[in-house]
């Protein structure tokens, strides 16, 4: 069976391509999700694909991939800066992490500059914008001995 990839996406991620284009890109998570799908069954890899603006409902995610997901794909958005249950959700996770932000973080405010996730993160990919995406399923694919 193919190996199964958690692609988990936190708060206001839902509005991609309504506001701020400059910052986040024109594409909407539909679109993103679309163009993951097909990279997921080019590479061999199945695809679960989640967003959520709840922090609670993101750790029950990242709880629900045990066992069940290869890897995890998140971009914890706001959450990346603030929550401590993200990365320890993430911690009893036992396969790769690619932490993903659409924009470059450092080009931004300093509160954005720290994130909880990072330390327990396999890779990092930012300022990619939409296309991280699309990179992150490439390296886990790499990871998991397929790409
Ligand atoms: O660059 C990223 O992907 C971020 O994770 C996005 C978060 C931000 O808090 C992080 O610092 C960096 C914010 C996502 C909000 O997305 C919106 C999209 C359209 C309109 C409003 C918000």
């Not at 080009?107 to 909880?116: G, K, L, N, P, Q």
């Amino acid at each position: 069976m193919a190996p199964r990839i958690d692609i988990i996406n936190g708060p206001n991620l839902n509005l991609l391509g309504e506001r701020e284009p400059e910052i986040y890109g024109r594409e909407t998570l539909g679109d993103i999700e679309k163009a993951c799908t097909a990279l997921a069954t080019r590479l061999g890899l199945g695809l679960h694909f989640f967003q959520s603006n709840h922090e609670g409902a993101l750790v029950d995610a990242i709880q629900a991939a045990r066992g069940q997901a290869a890897g995890i794909v998140i971009n914890p958005a706001a959450y990346t800066h603030s929550s401590v249950a993200i990365p320890d959700a993430l911690a009893a996770f036992e396969g790769p992490v690619i932490e993903l932000h659409l924009s470059n973080v450092h080009r931004r405010e300093a509160f954005r500059h720290h994130s909880h996730v990072s330390a327990r993160a396999d890779a990092v990919i930012m300022g990619c914008g939409a296309q991280g995406y699309e990179l992150a399923l490439m390296r886990m694919a790499r990871l998991l001995g397929r790409g």
